[in-house]
Structures are given as structure tokens and as C-alpha cells.
């Protein structure tokens, strides 16, 4: 009998939480205040890279001597202002799918690019943390999304294989790293929409948290129906 598949590893911005609307937002904000206009932009051009990554595109685009911790200054000003009265935004059906996948005895990780302190608060401030046995940060490795390394880090962590993994990830980068790695992944688009040629080697692409809850529930229904058989 084929092992089934009860491990998930989840992308946090844009996956989890809708984080990566608000650093846009963020960054524009930094921008306006230093002077460079809005520089939500180059967000959307790092969508799901770690900081080493990002940091080379930034480059790229603003020079070698861009005022990196000047700009940030004002990117923690905005956010030290939007949690002065807010939590951060979760995505639809993220409660709902967790409390399924807790029931159903699957272990659950996380592989972001976010720093793994900051990925620890966001997750701790919406009050899903403990659902995680492995968090996993950008700043844990130096390879970043789309190169296959967290997603495999994640797996060895959780003593599975990587074809006995889903993977939930919303951006380019993030289902490249995923699919690479060898897991069985779900896209949620958010920002950046994928064509069908992208979707190909993916297992599905769904429209928000509540799809995925109701897709893996129809895949565990079917390995009962064959009789336990997993993938």
C-alpha cells in the first residue's frame, strides 16, 4: 500500500496572509517620503525571493549605492503604524483549512522568504503559529525561491519525502522552487497571475484557501476509495 499524502508546507505572503498588497503599499510609502517616488514596483519584481535575492534586484534597478537603510527606515514607520491599530490581513479560508488539515493528522510547515523572526510574529499576531511544527525563513539559507533549497530543507526537516508534500504557494518564484523540489504543488495566484503553459507541472491551481481545504479533502476520499492508495 502506497504511502498517502499528510504533510503540507505553506508559503506565508500572499499565501497565508495578504502581506505582499500591504509592502507594496509600504514601500511606496518609503519611496514618497525619501524622495525616489513610489517604489512599490520593485516589490512586485521580488515576489516570493529571500533578502539576498531582492537586494540584487534593488540594485539592479537603483545602484550599487542605493540608501537601503534609509529607505527602510520609512518601510518600519508605515508598518509600526499599520499594526499600532491593525493585524495583518488573512487570506480567505486560512482558519478553515488549517483547523481541517490539524484534524485530518497532517504535519504542516512553513517556507518563506520572510525572515523567520518576522514570519514567527505574523503568524503569531493572526494566532495560527502552533499549527506549525517547522518555520522556516529566507534567512535560514542563502538560495532563495525559485531555487528548489527551502522546500527541500522544509522536507528533510519533516523526515518526508518531497512527492509525499503538498506545497501552497501564490507567486512565480514560489511554485518554481516548489515544483522543482519535487512536491506536489497548489497554486493560489495573488498578485501575479499565471498562463497555462506555467500551470502544467502544477497539481492545481485554485482561487483562494477554501478551494484547497475542499480539493485535498476530494484527494483524501478517493485514496480511501482505492483503498488507502496515496500518490
Not at 518601510?75 to 480567505?92: G, I, L, N, T, W
Not at 488549517?98 to 514567527?120: D, I, Q
Not at 519525502?161 to 518554481?176: F, H, T
Amino acid at each position: 500500500m502506497a504511502e498517502a499524502v499528510r504533510t503540507a508546507i505553506f508559503d506565508m505572503d500572499g499565501l497565508m496572509l495578504d502581506t505582499e498588497r500591504l509592502c507594496i503599499r509600504a514601500y511606496d510609502y518609503a519611496g514618497e517620503r525619501y524622495g525616489l517616488g513610489r517604489l512599490g514596483w520593485l516589490v512586485e519584481k521580488t515576489l516570493g525571493m529571500n533578502k539576498i535575492a531582492t537586494r540584487r534586484v534593488w540594485k539592479e534597478y537603483l545602484g550599487d549605492d542605493y540608501d537601503e537603510p534609509g529607505i527602510r527606515r520609512y518601510v518600519d514607520e508605515f508598518y509600526a503604524d499599520f499594526r499600532s491599530h491593525s493585524h495583518m490581513p488573512v487570506k480567505k479560508g486560512l482558519y478553515h483549512l488549517l483547523e481541517f488539515l490539524k484534524n485530518n493528522g497532517f504535519e504542516m510547515a512553513v517556507a518563506s522568504s520572510t525572515s523567520t523572526a518576522t514570519v514567527r510574529a505574523n503568524l503569531e499576531d493572526v494566532g495560527v503559529c502552533h499549527y506549525f511544527k517547522e518555520i522556516i525563513g529566507g534567512d535560514c539559507l542563502e538560495a532563495s525561491k525559485p531555487q528548489p533549497d527551502i522546500y527541500l530543507l522544509a522536507c528533510a526537516r519533516l523526515k518526508k519525502r518531497p512527492q509525499m508534500c503538498y506545497a501552497l504557494e501564490d507567486s512565480k518564484n514560489g511554485v518554481l522552487a516548489a515544483v522543482a523540489a519535487g512536491c506536489r504543488t497548489i497554486m493560489v495566484p495573488d498578485i501575479w497571475q499565471p498562463d497555462e503553459d506555467f500551470l502544467k507541472p502544477v497539481a492545481a491551481c485554485l482561487c483562494d484557501l477554501d478551494e484547497v481545504c475542499t480539493y485535498i479533502a476530494r484527494e483524501m476520499a478517493d485514496e480511501h476509495a482505492n483503498g488507502g492508495e496515496g500518490r
